[in-house]
């Protein structure tokens, strides 16, 4: 079965200032990976996935995350933070048959003006 | 407008009455899912399906059931509910039969089981 951890459960950051969110995963299968984030009150949409190729992937809102196979890291970056971006963030992976989907507990990104 | 509604959005019932909370998308996806969401625990998968009459479960599915009749809907089915069903459930949907397409969520429905 596969599992992450995010290892951080909240996150507060000053407005302006670079951020990063950690995730890792367990798997004995390939997978693929997924940044979903939630704002007050809402669904979850996509920020970002890796399926294969480039380790680094750029997502919306100048998000980034790097994979990193031989640490089973999936760490999502932003050099510099807004207000907006205050929310809850889900990492998340799946397998190469796409079925079953597993997310992390979430890390709750507070940007402080 | 593209997109995944959820009824009822806010429901409180009592423990032992049968509840369905529905889940339709407009955009002819072949994958569907649903996932309650607790504090402290994310989101865990219950039921998904790949497609038309075909559904499995995931991770937490004991005290649900799904059905899968027609492409576009997926409802979620309490036939006993119990307090510790008090969630906040979202459905979701992607194309392609698989969940590592971009999947889009529901509105979410939060449900109190007294």
């Known amino acids: 079965a596969q599992s992450v951890t995010q290892l951080d459960s909240q996150v507060p950051v000053f407005e302006e200032a670079p951020v990063e969110l950690r995730c890792n995963y367990s798997?004995?299968?390939?997978?693929?990976l997924f940044w979903y984030v939630q704002y007050p009150n809402q669904g979850l949409q996509l920020l970002l996935k890796y399926l294969s190729g480039s380790t680094l992937v750029k997502g919306i809102n100048g998000f980034e995350a790097e994979f990193n196979k031989s640490q089973t890291s999936f760490h999502l970056r932003k050099p510099s933070v807004h207000i907006s971006d205050t929310a809850e963030y889900f990492c998340?992976?799946?397998?190469?048959?796409?079925?079953?989907?597993?997310f992390g507990t979430g890390t709750s990104l507070t940007v402080i003006p | 407008e593209a997109q995944v509604t959820q009824n009822p959005r806010y429901l409180i019932t009592v423990t032992g009455k049968k509840l369905t909370v529905t889940c339709s998308q407009n955009?002819?996806?072949?994958?569907m899912s649903w996932y309650r969401q607790d504090p402290g625990l994310g989101l865990r998968q219950i039921y998904y399906s790949m497609n038309v009459e075909v559904t499995d479960k995931g991770d937490v599915p004991e005290g649900y059931k799904v059905s899968r009749k027609e492409k576009r809907n997926f409802p979620l089915i309490l036939e006993s509910p119990s307090p510790n069903q008090t969630s906040l459930y979202f459905c979701a949907s992607a194309p392609g039969g698989t969940s590592y397409n971009e999947q889009f969520f529901g509105p979410g429905t939060r449900l109190t089981v007294l």
């Open positions: 798997s004995s299968v390939s997978v693929y």
């Open positions: 998340a992976v799946t397998t190469f048959t796409g079925n079953q989907f597993y």
């Open positions: 955009m002819n996806h072949e994958y």
